[in-house]
């Protein structure tokens, strides 16, 4: 009776040892999207035709990945302007554009007397969006003034 309950007692220990050894995992748990924003510095809500307004621009990561790439787009519903990077690159609007640093300044002109808006949409590779929405009314000296009609 006394081997039985021995042999019993080995095979409950073996059964046990497998149950851990199936229940471990050998690939480690790595977290690759990570949540973020945009910080913005306030810009003003009225431009006239011709006029640059500054968008300055950071990224905030809630974590980091190091192959996460960061893409910038725009679309403008009213309006006509142009927006441009720091360096000069012009938005084509809803083209995709590499953001190299999580840093940036967004140039935008107006082409239009009349009010306009557009989004600024920040994406990452792993299906995360920003949206940045940007609604400016004419700042024309002449056309307050009703010189120009």
């Known amino acids: 009776m006394k081997k039985i309950f021995s ?19 050998n690939d480690l748990d790595v977290q690759q999207a990570y949540a973020f924003t945009v910080e913005m510095m306030p810009v003003p809500n009225k431009v006239a035709k011709g006029e640059t307004v500054e968008i300055r621009c950071e990224l905030k990561k809630e974590g980091d990945y190091k192959n996460t790439l960061y893409t910038i787009r725009f679309f403008q519903f009213e309006g ?36 306009q808006n557009f989004i600024v949409v920040i994406e990452d590779n792993n299906g995360q969006a920003f949206e940045m929405e940007f609604d400016f009314n004419n700042n024309d000296k002449k056309d307050e003034e009703g010189g120009v009609e």
């Open 7 to 25: 042999n019993l007692f080995v095979c409950g220990c073996m059964l046990a040892a497998l149950f851990c050894l199936v229940a471990c995992d």
């Open 80 to 115: 006509t302007g142009t927006l441009k990077t720091e360096n000069g690159i012009v938005f084509k609007p809803n083209d995709r554009y590499l953001l190299e640093n999580e840093k940036f300044r967004l140039y935008y002109t107006s082409g239009s007397t009349e009010a």
